[in-house]
Nanobody, 117 residues
Framework: QVEVVESGGGSVQPGGSLRLSCAAS????????MGWYRQAPGKQREVVAGILPGGVTNYADFVKGRFTISRDTAKNRVYLQMNSLKPEDTAVYYC???????????WGRGSQVTVSS
């Protein structure tokens, strides 16, 4: 079983920044896709950003220009730098790890991000 653990959530005022981290218990030669979803109260889970092993990234329109995803491929870690945070960014942020060739996917338990004045 692959363990996925997020860290770095918290509370911040509008306009502030937070950095989320995620670590997956995979071997160093694994090359999964990794990324982030989020789920706000009463809403469906939505994709935030993803990054492929080669470094290709994709972002939801609502975070473009504000959030940056990066990874340490050798350590199977992924990061989400969140700047210019808005109250509507308040949600539980979930890290995912996806090995498309094997056909499996793993999720973390989530990290709460609250943006409020």
């Amino acid at each position: 079983q692959v363990e996925v653990v997020e860290s770095g959530g918290g509370s911040v005022q509008p306009g502030g920044s937070l950095r989320l981290s995620c670590a997956a218990s995979l071997s160093s030669n694994s090359r999964p896709e990794m990324g982030w979803y989020r789920q706000a109260p009463g809403k469906q889970r939505e994709v935030v950003a993803g990054i492929l092993p080669g470094g290709v990234t994709n972002y939801a329109d609502f975070v473009k220009g504000r959030f940056t995803i990066s990874r340490d491929t050798a350590k199977n870690r992924v990061y989400l730098q969140m700047n210019s945070l808005k109250p509507e960014d308040t949600a539980v942020y979930y890290c995912y790890v996806r090995r498309s060739l094997i056909g499996d996917e793993y999720w973390g338990r989530g990290s709460q991000v609250t943006v409020s004045s």
